[in-house]
């Protein structure tokens, strides 16, 4: 803890454990308190704003410009005091115990599409082995699930069926628990009218609209289209100086998960969609950009949209029909 009062005179510098925090603020009056947004942050600024303090959590990298010397606690408690009361900071939103339960469903759904695709390999890495080898793609891996649960296949011997059993078993549990996660992220999709709003956009459908939606739960917060696309590290990485511009690849800050749906959303619409049925701004870059500087474009379009559409409670509209 490190606290000043109006004068920026030192009032208070100790340590707190985890179990002393709430009685220390309960017996103080209210006052702004500041932390660094990692883990378990939002809980403990719901706690604090709770007892009527105001409670702002800023992002670690701005804080570390502000440490002095050498890195400890006491340091670093310094540092936030000082980083909290610059008229330049930015801070970020306090998320409601809902909007956590939401992620929670995401990040979750994230690490069980990893683990399905490691074990999936991992089945096809050794029934290649084997010469039992299928078409790409996760609706063919059946195929080679029914050939390991064939015990008349003499393709696999005997020694190796048991392994293979398991990493079956496993792939189906997996597909079990991913779809009943999907089915909660829809359901919350339906009951949420700006994730449906999203949902309208071309290549963002229900589990992009509602990570968005939790994820961003004041879209004021940011002054544009392009400063939330740049908030997601879909802008060019910049090393400028001396009055020239040096522009490189995306920049990658901010939420990478949300970057990487609304990536996987442009390649959708680029495979979905014909030459014929493609706009002229779309169809001139991939005439002269690769593909994936293409998707990239698409996917900062489409959070720019995104923002619009939450900063003015509208839905979307194609360039034809608001023409």
């Known amino acids: 803890m490190h606290g000043v009062d109006e004068a920026e005179g030192v009032v208070v510098r100790r340590q707190l454990r985890r179990g002393q925090l709430l009685a220390f603020f309960a017996g103080l009056p209210p006052c702004l308190v500041g932390m660094e947004a990692c883990a378990t942050a939002h809980y403990w600024a719901r706690e604090l704003t709770a007892l009527g303090n105001e409670v702002r959590l800023m992002p670690p990298q701005y804080v570390k410009a502000y440490v002095k010397r050498n890195k400890n606690d006491a340091a670093d408690a310094e540092a936030i005091c000082e980083a909290v009361r610059r008229p330049s900071m930015r801070f970020v939103p306090v998320k409601t115990i809902e909007q956590q339960a939401t992620l929670m469903l995401h990040r979750g759904r994230e690490l069980l599409v990893r683990q399905r695709t490691m074990t999936v390999n991992a089945l096809r890495g050794h029934l290649a082995e084997l010469g039992v080898i299928a078409a790409q793609g996760l609706n063919k891996v059946a195929e080679l699930i029914a050939i390991v649960r064939d015990s008349s296949d003499k393709h696999v011997p005997e020694e190796a069926r048991p392994v293979l059993l398991a990493l079956a078993d496993q792939i189906e549990g997996l597909q079990v628990q991913i779809d009943g996660l999907e089915m909660r992220i829809k359901a919350w999709h339906k009951s949420s009218p700006v994730s449906r709003r999203l949902a309208s956009i071309p290549g ?107 900063s003015r409670n509208d839905s979307y509209r194609s360039a034809t029909a608001a023409a």
Do not use: C
């Open 204 to 310: 963002i459908g229900p589990i992009i609209a509602s990570a968005i939606a939790a994820t961003v739960a004041d879209p004021g917060v940011f002054r544009s289209g392009r400063e939330f696309a740049a908030w997601l590290g879909l802008v060019p990485r910049q090393n400028s100086t001396g009055g020239k511009a040096r522009l490189g690849g995306i920049s990658k800050r901010g939420d990478g998960y949300l970057r990487h749906l609304l990536v996987t959303g442009a390649h959708a619409v680029l495979l979905r969609y014909k030459p014929a049925r493609l706009d002229p701004w779309l169809m001139g870059l991939l005439r002269r950009r690769p593909r994936m500087v293409v998707a990239v474009a698409v996917a900062n379009k489409m959070a720019r949209i995104a923002w619009a559409i939450m």
